[in-house]
Nanobody, 125 residues
Framework: QVALRESGGTSVRTGGSLRLSCVASKYAHTQYCMGWFRQAPGKEREGVAAIYSDGKITTYDWSAKRRFTISYDRDENTLYLQMNNVNPEDTAVYYC??????????????????WGQGTQVTVSP
């Protein structure tokens, strides 16, 4: 069982920046994938990006790629999402997810086994 705990969600104005964090409990082995998903009000949850334990990044939301950066600190078992130049369309609950082995090529939520509780990001005009 892998426990995930997100933090860093806050209210920010358009054009601002913030960084989300997700601390993971210890993995059973070294092959795992961690990802960020988000769910805007009234919309389906969608994938943002994922990163494999070797550092390979899989992008799910190409429109966000120019402004968001996913990274992983192996020593701290912490996943990050650096969000720059945010806008109101980025308002959502952001979820951290994890699974063993490779990252899915597409944002298949069912492929991720472990989920955090989510952290709210609100962007005001």
């Amino acid at each position: 069982q892998v426990a995930l705990r997100e933090s860093g969600g806050t209210s920010v104005r358009t054009g601002g920046s913030l960084r989300l964090s997700c601390v993971a409990s210890k993995y059973a082995h070294t092959q795992y994938c961690m990802g960020w998903f988000r769910q805007a009000p009234g919309k389906e949850r969608e994938g943002v990006a994922a990163i494999y334990s070797d550092g390979k990044i899989t992008t799910y939301d190409w429109s966000a790629k120019r402004r968001f950066t996913i990274s992983y600190d192996r020593d701290e078992n912490t996943l990050y999402l650096q969000m720059n130049n945010v806008n109101p369309e980025d308002t959502a609950v952001y979820y951290c997810a994890a699974r063993y082995f490779q990252c899915p090529i597409v944002a298949n939520q069912e492929a991720f086994t472990y989920w955090g509780q989510g952290t709210q990001v609100t962007v005001s005009p």
